[in-house]
């Protein structure tokens, strides 16, 4: 019967650069294992997501390939180098292309992906290659976070409609962004009383984080 | 906000109720719930504080705190005809909404759900923390069982209980023209353990004459005809909006869940080959399909082992008239009323399979000249004794009609239901047993427990802890009191 489950596929993009090193990387650690303990309390999201790590920092590579809840294992993740956000779009490209099951006449596909984006800075490499791998493939929703006085929303307003802002890059508000992410993964997992096509419903941000208009 | 923090609400009833503040609260589609010191109850208040404001849902809110409330006995301001029993009755079978908080801001204030409905500990064998959780039925009914510790899974058996328990919750809703708009594996918690249910999220029913809820369902429990014009505006006629018939789609879909943990609409069937939400919107709306379709195989799964016809000839038909003939027509669905007597023809002809590592461990017997447990296919051995209860018909001696049949199994024992004609197994009748069915070397006995003039088959008096041997062909009554129902044996 678990051929029929629908997956939802759900990409983590995190900023591994030099900037993101001490503080920052370690609530981020702490942020996965908070998100997969919340997620493996509900039913729902256990059943249906799935969950993949792509970290960039000089270049961009995938560090947890797409799998299930109970059998995902936390990535290493350290901090160095530059902000390679376009190659990190490009690997995010691969990825869909090769993990999401595309609907077909005899293949039941799985959800449109949800993708989650957390950086520090700006590009260090070339976005607009980036921009473009993203272009052919199909998301639900990429959420774009700014962490700290550094990033720069202008350049994730040219990824994605949906960008948050956190003031601050403490372990308080990473730890924030984090349930917040695990709190639109379950309410994508069963909010799926979608009008098809359409983008699902997440809910409102953390206390502090500013939607960018 | 202050996490921790203990803030003080006033009620509308004048009174106050003290709850803590929590940054982290649970927060649902509609509210956000916060609990008192205690936690014997949830204090809730709207995401949208304009909801809160709406004078259509407070008013609603109302009603269904007051005048239609089950759980309150109609002395203290609920329910009409509600008897102190029957309230007490619900109470543990609703989370039923019992003041309304005026200030800091309109909410509703709730008792929490007993314990039972919450994880203990120990409760996944693969080191799921589920300590505290909900038991939100798709942990038992879903892919994730196999996560869960087999203790909490409870029997084939308490499953069914399960499924009377929330066919006569909805019924009673019903019975009052309440319909709850949202019943879903997320609105009745489950434990399986004691095979009962607790319906909550109970401030978004419809109410008759009031302004409707804002909810059109969850996935997999909305009906199809709700989900189909969902895009239409709310007030174009052709809208299909929740109401009692859609929740009689919901309801067999959670009963076929608790009974096969599956869902009677997820087959393999490919809808549409252009994208996932299309094929969803197709499969769960206008073109459903139940993978038991008797006449449409096209969504049905290979390996279909275990079907309605493993169930009771009359829960096979209700289950067709609910997704045969009534996915497409809802006024083809059977009523709450319905599955509820249903269910419980099914429970007295629940059997004990006799192979002691049967997963199931209980089965309806279908059919007694083929007694196989359709789960592990052993064979019944042991006699198949069946009971049927006959009452007296009013002012023509001597003729009786057949009120039920009782399949009976050792150390079962026997209700008010099986001695009166007049009383019926529902929140009315008292759970004391009255007899019990004993092997006792190599006999079949119905002890009597506690009723007055039970007689045996030559017309004799038995007493209380005196029994009567169930041989074929046997008939006495139960008691010679008024409304004793009379009792025949079939031993093969």
């Not at chain 1, 503080?23 to 493996?40: C, D, F, H, N, R």
């Not at chain 1, 984006?117 to 791998?133: F, I, K, Q, S, V």
């Not at chain 2, 007049?422 to 004993?438: S, T």
Request: proline share 6%; glycine share 8%; aromatic share 8%.
């Amino acid at each position: 019967m678990s051929d029929y489950i629908r997956r939802l596929p759900v990409y983590l993009l995190l900023d591994c650069s030099g900037s993101m090193s001490g503080e920052p990387i370690e609530a981020v650690k702490q942020g996965i294992k908070a998100l997969l303990t919340e997620l493996k309390g509900d039913p729902q999201a256990l059943e249906t997501a799935y969950l993949s790590v792509i970290t960039f920092n000089s270049t961009a590579r995938q560090v947890s390939p797409l799998t299930e809840l109970m059998l995902f294992k936390e990535p290493e993740l350290t901090a160095g180098g530059a902000t390679a956000l376009g190659g990190a779009l490009c690997v995010l490209a691969d990825c869909i292309k090769n993990e999401v099951r595309t609907s077909t006449a005899t293949q039941k596909g799985d959800w449109k992906p949800l993708v989650f984006l957390l950086t520090d800075g700006a590009p260090t490499d070339n976005l607009e290659d980036g921009l473009e791998a993203i272009k052919n493939v199909s998301t639900g929703n990429i959420i774009a976070c700014a962490a700290g006085a550094n990033a720069n929303t202008n350049t994730l307003r040219k990824i994605t409609n949906n960008v948050l802002m956190m003031n601050n890059l403490t372990a308080g508000d990473l730890a924030a962004f984090f349930a917040w992410v695990s709190g639109s993964i379950k309410a994508s997992s069963k909010s799926i009383d979608a009008k098809p096509g359409e983008a699902v419903q997440l809910p409102p941000p953390p206390q502090g984080f500013v939607i960018v208009p | 906000m202050n996490s921790g923090q203990i803030m003080t609400a006033q009620l509308e009833n004048g009174g106050t109720i003290d709850f803590v503040l929590d940054a982290n609260a649970p927060r649902g589609g509609m509210k956000h719930t916060f609990f008192t010191p205690d936690k014997k109850y949830a204090v809730q208040f709207f995401n949208n504080p304009q909801d809160g404001q709406n004078p259509n849902i407070q008013d609603r809110i109302r009603t269904i705190v007051g005048i239609y409330n089950p759980t309150l006995s109609e002395q203290d301001g609920g329910a009409l005809g509600n008897t102190e029993k029957t309230a007490e009755y619900f109470r543990s079978r609703f989370c039923w909404p019992v003041a309304i908080v005026q200030s800091p801001e309109f909410g509703i204030v709730c008792p929490t759900y007993p314990q039972r409905f919450f994880f203990g500990d120990n409760a996944s064998t693969h080191g799921l923390n589920l300590k505290g959780k909900d038991k939100k039925s798709n942990w038992f009914t879903g892919r994730m069982r196999k996560y869960i510790s087999s203790g909490e899974l409870g029997d084939f058996r308490t499953m069914l209980s399960a499924a009377i328990c929330l066919s006569r919750s909805i019924r009673r809703m019903h019975q009052a023209g309440l319909a709850h708009s949202d019943l879903s594996c997320n609105n009745v918690l489950i434990d399986p353990q004691t095979g009962s249910t607790v319906v909550i999220d109970i401030d978004s029913l419809v109410v008759p004459g009031k302004y409707p809820p804002e909810v059109c369902g969850t996935r997999g429990y909305i009906a199809p005809e709700v989900l189909t014009t969902m895009e239409l505006d709310p007030r174009d006629p052709r809208r299909c909006l929740p109401c009692v018939s859609t929740d009689l789609h919901a309801l067999p879909v959670l009963i076929y869940e608790y009974l096969f943990l599956r869902h009677p609409l997820a087959g393999p069937k490919i809808y549409s080959p252009d994208s996932a939400e299309e094929d969803d919107f197709l499969a769960m709306g206008p073109k459903a399909t139940f993978i038991e379709d008797p006449n449409d195989t096209s969504n049905r799964p290979q390996d279909l082992k275990i079907t309605i016809q493993s169930l009771s000839k009359g829960l096979e038909k209700l289950f067709l008239r609910a997704f045969v003939d009534g996915l497409h027509n809802p006024s083809e669905r059977p009523t709450a009323m319905e599955w509820e007597r249903e269910l419980l023809k099914a429970w007295d002809r629940l059997r004990r399979c006799e192979n002691p590592h049967c997963e199931k461990k209980w089965f309806i017997l279908r059919d007694e000249r083929e007694p196989v447990c359709p789960y592990c296919k052993t064979r019944v051995t042991d006699k198949i004794i069946t009971l049927t209860l006959k009452s007296a018909m009013r002012g023509k001696q001597g003729v009786y009609r057949d009120c039920g049949e009782v399949v009976v199994y050792d150390q079962m024992p026997l209700y008010d239901w099986h001695v009166y004609s007049n009383v019926h197994n529902d929140e009315k009748a008292g759970n004391d047993m009255r007899a019990y069915i004993c092997k006792h070397n190599g006999m079949w006995l119905l002890v009597n427990h506690g009723i007055e003039g039970m007689t045996s088959p030559t017309g004799r008096l038995v007493p209380k802890g005196q029994a009567v041997e169930l041989k074929d062909g046997a008939v006495f009554r139960m008691t010679d009191r008024e409304n004793g129902l009379l009792c025949e044996v079939s031993a093969i």
